[in-house]
């Protein structure tokens, strides 16, 4: 079975800027559409950006203009690059496909954003 690891979180100071990776342990990122979600402490988990087939892209309003997905699928490796954060933005977050869990694949254990300072 496929599985997730996402890096690259940390703690950033209001402004600055993270970029997280997630590595799938199978060639999923040709196939199917992927996503990047995040959840706050307290809310439910929410996609913030996702990557079709194709290459298009799309985003939440939240964080339309600051954030961008990207992938390369020789890699087997999909990105968030993250700007202008804000703390607002403080979550876990995590990739999964879009919409999540299509063929079974599981939840990563997630990378912890924290907007701070």
């Known amino acids: 079975q496929v599985q997730l690891v996402e890096s690259g979180g940390g703690l950033v100071q209001p402004g600055g800027s993270l970029r997280l990776s997630c590595v799938a342990s199978?060639?999923?990122?040709?196939?199917?559409?992927m996503g990047w979600y995040r959840q706050a402490p307290g809310k439910q988990r929410e996609l913030v950006a996702r990557?079709?087939?194709?290459?298009?892209?799309t985003y939440a309003d939240s964080v339309k203009g600051r954030f961008t997905i990207s992938r390369n699928s020789a890699k087997n490796t999909l990105y968030l690059q993250m700007n202008s954060l804000k703390p607002e933005d403080t979550a876990v977050y995590y990739c999964?496909?879009?919409?999540?869990?299509?063929?079974?694949?599981?939840w990563g254990q997630g990378g912890q954003v924290t907007v701070s300072g």
């Open positions: 999964n496909t879009g919409p999540p869990n299509v063929a079974g694949l599981q």
């Open positions: 199978g060639s999923i990122f040709s196939i199917y559409a």
């Open positions: 990557i079709a087939n194709g290459g298009t892209t």
